[in-house]
């Protein structure tokens, strides 16, 4: 496959155009590898390629959203510090473990985890509205580095749902809504750096594809992570759900299909 080939005008409005949408709902909620993954398949990239294509243009898009929550002081950097690297060797072990097992088994356990997760933020209504984090403790060291290693080698072995699991996550261990997104996209970007540099090694990227949707990311997380971050909880939760019912649908689609 042509790595660095030249992209017709119509699928360059194309990238741009859903690269956009997914970047501005990811920078909030998470999920927008539903719409940038199926879009880049759609333009007849092999699923192998699609994937590594995908990391390279959702890093340009992560690392837009994960500096607007950090200039706005929306990320616990004395916390995403420790994790950070953590996130970064899951995902590495994560890309080099989906070339040996295909991932399809997990599909029926992320519908499960979804689930559950989508009906416990539902009837918790007031989760989230307001911190209630209490700093580190051996605790919140044990189960934010556990679920920093696991959704890190989640992301690099299958991907669904990343976002969703890592806000969650954040928000068991006592974080608003918006600050446990900011959280979880400085994670997502440490596992999408690591994917990039671990598909690319692999000759997975096509860069003409990958840097084309990657610039219509940077606007659309620089307006997704506004938007969340002036609307609050209040925004954020509704989206969180709403996508995470997606994601569900999604999912139970491809088990049943």
Do not use: H
């Not at 192998?48 to 898009?61: D, E, I, R």
């Not at 594809?209 to 219509?216: A, D, Q």
């Amino acid at each position: 496959m042509d790595l660095f080939g030249t992209v017709d005008i119509y699928t360059l409005m194309f990238l741009l155009a859903s690269g956009f949408i997914a970047a501005f709902i990811d920078a909030a909620v998470g999920g927008g590898g539903l719409i940038s993954l199926p879009a880049l398949m759609m333009t007849g990239m092999p699923p192998q390629f699609a994937l590594g294509t995908n990391k390279m243009a959702s890093v340009m898009g992560s690392l837009t959203s994960t500096l607007s929550f950090l200039c706005s002081g929306k990320i616990n950097f004395a916390l995403v510090k420790y994790l950070f690297p953590i996130d970064f060797i899951g995902s590495v072990l994560g890309v080099y473990t989906v070339q040996l097992i295909p991932p399809n088994f997990l599909k029926p356990l992320v519908v499960v985890m979804l689930v559950l997760v989508t009906i416990y933020t539902f009837f918790k209504k007031d989760w989230g509205s307001e911190s209630t984090y209490g700093g580190m403790t051996k605790r919140v060291a044990i189960l934010s580095g556990l679920a920093a290693f696991a959704f890190g080698f989640y992301d690099g072995f299958f991907g669904p749902g990343t976002g969703s699991f890592l806000i969650f996550s954040f928000l068991l261990i006592g974080f608003d809504f918006v600050v446990a997104a900011g959280n979880a996209k400085a994670l997502n970007f440490a596992s999408n750096i690591a994917a990039v540099l671990s598909f690319g090694y692999l000759g997975l990227i096509n860069y003409s594809y990958g840097i084309t949707m990657g610039i219509s990311m940077v606007f659309g997380a620089m307006a997704g992570s506004r938007v969340a971050i002036t609307k609050g909880a209040a925004y954020v939760r509704p989206m969180f759900i709403t996508m995470s019912v997606v994601l569900i649908g999604k999912q139970l689609w491809d088990v049943l299909k």
